[in-house]
T-cell receptor, first 114, second 113 residues
Framework: GAVVSQHPSRVICKSGTSVKIECRSL??????MFWYRQFPKQSLMLMAT?????????EQGVEKDKFLINHASLTLSTLTVTSAHPEDSSFYIC??????????FGPGTRLTVL | DAKTTQPPSMDCAEGRAANLPCNHS???????VYWYRQIHSQGPQYIIH???NNETNEMASLIITEDRKSSTLILPHATLRDTAVYYC??????????????FGGGTRLMVKP
């Protein structure tokens, strides 16, 4: 099946700093990528939908100025958590949709903000 | 997308079949049933999906009732590595439907030796 990678797999940062997470579709082109967040023992919650070459669509309650999404190419989307705080600590997962409308998930990035 | 209802947890003995139920009584005619699973601290993994016919692949079988209001995912010979949270999701599929996957609570399957 199609492969989606994320980098880094885990990151620890100080409060107030910004962190960038990359999501890449390795063997297919993805016009749409999705970003999810998952807190411990909870399900995945969709944060935003990222379309190549256009602005991301954010779910209700997700601050677009805090979670910056860039989808500059058909194989790369980035999520930047700006001015991170401890409450932003979470497991961030991306998925990419191929031309057959199937979604493939990345392995996730665990963010810990001290 | 229609909502789904799954039991929060299930146990299964290693080597036995695991049957995971899902209710989706408000499913629409153009909505597919998808199953994903998530092993601890990993991203979700696609298992199988179907519209109305039963489906089988190398991982599992999907049995959808004739009225499409419920389905069952069958892992024929569960192993310890199948311990995971299993998510049943319904969504419009195919083409440029543009629908994201909405995750519910899922079923936490524990395969025991």
């Amino acid at each position: 099946g199609a492969v989606v990678s994320q980098h880094p797999s885990r990151v620890i940062c100080k409060s107030g700093t910004s962190v960038k997470i990359e999501c890449r579709s390795l063997d297919f082109q993805a016009t749409t990528m999705f970003w999810y967040r998952q807190f411990p023992k909870q399900s995945l919650m969709l944060m935003a939908t990222s379309n190549e070459g256009s602005k991301a669509t954010y779910e209700q309650g997700v601050e677009k100025d805090k979670f910056l999404i860039n989808h500059a190419s058909l194989t790369l989307s980035t999520l930047t958590v700006t001015s991170a705080h401890p409450e932003d600590s979470s497991f961030y997962i991306c998925s990419a949709r191929d031309r057959a409308d199937e979604q493939f998930f990345g392995p996730g990035t665990r963010l810990t903000v001290l | 997308d229609a909502k789904t209802t799954q039991p929060p947890s299930m146990d299964c003995a290693e080597g036995r079949a695991a049957n995971l139920p899902c209710n989706h009584s408000t499913i629409s005619g153009n909505e597919y049933v998808y199953w994903y699973r998530q092993i601890h601290s990993q991203g979700p993994q696609y298992i199988i999906h179907g519209l109305k016919n039963n489906e089988t692949n190398e991982m599992a079988s999907l049995i959808i009732t004739e009225d499409r209001k419920s389905s069952t995912l069958i892992l024929p010979h569960a192993t310890l590595r199948d311990t995971a949270v299993y998510y049943c999701i319904v969504r419009v599929g195919g083409g440029n439907a543009g629908n994201m996957l909405t995750f519910g609570g899922g079923t936490r399957l524990m395969v025991k030796p």
